[in-house]
């Protein structure tokens, strides 16, 4: 692992734009070209849920869009050539309300990709991706966040997968009937049996498994019924930051064999100790407040202010969350990362990663430190291509069988 105070140095001189920052800019940006880059989670969707009435129309991504971090002249920018676009249901809604919350927000991917056609295409096989790639666009996949999504049926999961659902991650951060969450108190000790058979049937048709946000017992349960192999959208490594969200180093040794790939988030709180204890302390401040002032949340933002001023986020760079590609490869291996930025689920970013226009910067920090061309187009783009060949595979032999 390259030392916090090296690395630190060299990303400041990134974005002072020295001869050597703009060499490795540049080769990244070809690099970008070469191979499509996979994000594994972008929650834009739900901005336009929040922000704009469900109404890709009422926050307009043609131009600049000051209010999110994506718009389509930074995704340009940012050489971002497959989106996982997050399909989120927030846990508090359950049953047929988290079922209509899905597909609203599936609606919102659809209209998106009809409102800008020349930019956007749905993919829903890696040969897809390939093609929409070539043809200038950007392939866009449907990631469902939050197993409750389903309510307990497999065939609204089977439904699901025909809209073109690609992934699915199994909790949010509570637990579901049949999977515990990273962070919830643990009811069933992972998957139950259910939990079983929703991954074998996603297995079946094709779509990978997201274990970003369950519990590492959850983990280990999916990685032994799993017969493809899984993802993990948006995480970082345990060992580097101890945050509940990230993956441990026994599971990241697990990864080889399964053929899996940690997207590594640019979440701060899941990037460095500092950013994680900040959020905890704020998350504290925030509740007491909430507790003090029961359904006032404009009183509760106002009280906030001074805290936030008198406790300033701690910096997080471009360099830290490089520090975790750098781990996952070093106990998983190479074909075993990617990139899971969660840009528009996040509060702050990293410094210097602060929108989707900014992927070459880490790519180009990637070249800094000696992964060499063919290694960052494994971490880019063709380590997830394979993986959903891999899906793909066993989709058609699993049929097969039947
Ligand atoms: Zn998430």
Redesign the pocket.
């Known amino acids: 692992m390259v030392s916090f105070v090296c690395a630190a140095v060299t990303a400041v001189a990134v974005s002072a734009g020295s001869g050597q920052a703009d060499s490795l800019l540049t080769r990244a940006r070809d690099l970008h070209r070469a191979v499509p880059m996979f994000d594994g989670?972008n929650?834009y969707p739900w901005e336009v849920r929040q922000l704009a009435d469900k109404d890709p129309a009422k926050l307009d991504i043609r131009a600049p869009q000051p209010k999110t971090m994506t718009d389509i002249p930074r995704l340009r920018q940012g050489g971002v050539g497959a989106q996982f676009w997050?399909v989120?249901t927030p846990p508090s809604l359950a049953g047929k309300g988290a079922v209509t919350a899905a597909l609203e927000q599936i609606d919102i991917v659809y209209r998106m990709m009809a409102r800008y056609p020349d930019v956007f295409e749905i993919a829903r096989t890696a040969d897809d991706v390939e093609r929409i790639f070539k043809s200038g666009k950007i392939a866009s996949l449907i990631g469902m966040?939050g197993g409750h999504a389903i309510d307990s049926s497999l065939g609204a999961l089977r439904m699901f997968a025909r809209l073109g659902a690609k992934y699915m991650?199994l909790t949010?951060?509570k637990n579901v009937p049949w999977a515990d969450s990273a962070t919830d108190t643990p009811e069933h000790g992972g998957l139950t049996p259910f939990g079983e058979d929703v991954v074998r049937e996603m297995n079946r048709l094709g779509m990978i498994v997201d274990i970003?946000?369950v519990s590492p017992d959850t983990m280990e349960d999916v990685l032994r019924v799993t017969q493809a192999p899984v993802i993990f959208?948006?995480s970082s490594a345990r060992a580097l930051c101890d945050h509940p969200?990230n993956v441990p180093d026994a599971i990241l040794r697990m990864l080889p064999k399964n053929g899996g790939v940690v997207m590594v988030s640019f979440v701060p709180g899941f990037t460095t100790p500092e950013a994680a204890a900040w959020d905890a302390a704020y998350e504290a401040e925030q509740a007491r407040l909430e507790k003090a002032n029961p359904n006032d949340e404009a009183v509760v933002k106002a009280a906030l202010a001074p805290w936030l001023a008198a406790h300033p986020r701690p910096k997080v760079t471009v360099s830290n969350v490089a520090d975790h590609i750098d781990y996952v490869r070093k106990m998983a291996g190479i074909d075993h990362v990617g990139y899971g930025s969660?840009f528009d689920?996040i509060s702050a970013a990293p410094s210097g990663l602060d929108d989707v226009s900014t992927f070459p910067v880490l790519t180009a920090e990637l070249l800094r430190r000696g992964y060499t061309d063919d290694e960052i187009k494994k971490v880019i783009g063709l380590n997830l291509l394979r993986v959903m060949r891999a899906a793909e595979a066993t989709a058609s032999r699993l049929s097969a069988v039947k």
Request: no cysteine; charged share 25%.
């Open positions: 989670h929650d997050s989120y966040e991650t949010h951060s970003s946000h959208s948006h969200r969660d689920g």
